[in-house]
């Protein structure tokens, strides 16, 4: 099996990048300086209130913006929205109805739009429309804020310079090739669909799952588990790519979770990388769970260990690492307070684990066994 080396690929430079961060530094730069002196610019404790105010609206606006222009252009492709996030507030299908919610971003997105492909397509065709899908949020920043930015500099507009300026910020910084806490860049996307970084099959194969199965039940092809089989052994110590495990985890747990723990077999509780913890604690929470199924929990060796270098940053993979070990101790009202506790925080909808209910069912499940024994 053909891998990839993930630490060759996080720590390599990309030099065109941090050279378009460094013009992009010194143009907003130029432009500030050359605004203040053309519009002689007084500086006073309210002038700067007002600004501060315009920036925070203008902010907001701007990641309005992006996602909405995400959501066009995954429509012009043919694709279904699943959720759009901005800031805490969220719009999401779920059971077949629109809902609005109102939960804390995960993973540093301030703004997200999660689109799916309603009917299966060729991966050619699902290439093109994804690099459609995301171009649209940073070429809709662009699109608005470099006309406006012209205009504001010209007439000495000061509140729509500022949010130009801001929309030409989010329009470039999401260009660039970033990859930090496990969340990538629109830039970052792209240049992965287009074949100049490793890691386009994990692009596709993620939305190829959510084509077949959006409510995460582990209800795949034969075909398309063999693909993110493949995907997995072939980034080791990859965090997008061991997130892949918990997603393959429910097509595994009744099947054939032995077959699970061997593909986790080195890239499940690896020492933790504090720009992707979350990512590894649900990757360690689900590989947990395959040995449950798999019923060594209890006789693998230094698993009380391993559950507790799973972090407190995420309240469902917490009270799920609590059940595992109160599992192990013999803790039988532990393991259910935090069971329910578990289902609890996945409420109606999660940031993360979206709908949840493969996981739902996972908790039913060990609760009745817990309840019995």
Do not use: C
């Amino acid at each position: 099996m053909e891998t990839t080396d993930s630490s060759t690929q996080k720590n390599k430079t990309n030099w065109k990048s941090q050279a378009g961060q460094l013009l992009s530094g010194g143009l907003f730069g130029f432009l500030l300086v050359s605004y203040y002196f053309r519009h002689d610019v007084t500086f006073s404790a309210t002038s700067a209130l007002l600004i501060l105010v315009i920036a925070i609206i203008s902010f907001i606006a701007g990641v309005i913006i992006h996602e909405l222009g995400h959501a066009v252009a995954g429509k012009l492709s043919g694709m279904t929205i699943m959720n759009l996030s901005f800031g805490p507030f969220i719009y999401a299908k779920t059971g077949g109805q629109s809902r609005f919610f109102f939960k804390l971003p995960a993973m540093g997105y301030v703004g997200r739009a999660m689109l799916r492909f309603a009917q299966p397509i060729s991966e050619s065709q699902m290439r093109k429309s994804m690099i459609r899908l995301f171009y649209g949020g940073p070429l809709s920043n662009l699109v608005i804020g470099l006309p406006l930015l012209a205009t504001s500099f010209y007439y000495g507009w000061s509140g729509w310079f500022v949010f130009a300026l801001i929309n030409i910020f989010f329009g470039l910084t999401n260009l660039a090739n970033i990859e930090g806490a496990g969340v990538q860049s629109d830039g970052r996307v792209i240049a992965m669909l287009n074949g100049k970084l490793p890691g386009d099959d994990l692009i596709l194969v993620s939305y190829q799952i959510l084509q077949e199965d959006p409510q995460g039940e582990g209800n795949w092809s034969e075909e398309t588990a063999e693909k993110v089989k493949s995907v997995i052994e072939r980034y080791p110590g990859w965090p997008l790519a061991a997130t892949l495990l918990s997603t393959v985890g429910p097509y595994y747990y009744h099947s054939n979770p032995h077959a699970y723990l061997d593909l986790a077999e080195g890239r499940s509780f690896l020492p933790r990388d504090k720009r992707a913890g979350i990512l590894q604690d649900i990757a360690d929470i689900s590989v947990a769970t395959g040995y449950y199924y798999a019923d060594r929990l209890k006789t693998e060796p230094t698993m009380k260990e391993k559950l507790h270098q799973i972090g407190t940053q995420e309240t469902v993979t917490r009270h799920m690492r609590d059940m595992y070990v109160a599992i192990i101790e013999g803790n039988r009202n532990h393991a259910l307070t935090s069971n329910y506790a578990a289902e609890a925080a996945l409420g109606d909808w999660h940031p993360l684990y979206l709908e949840g209910s493969s996981l739902k069912r996972v908790l039913r499940e060990i609760r009745q066994d817990v309840k019995s024994s």
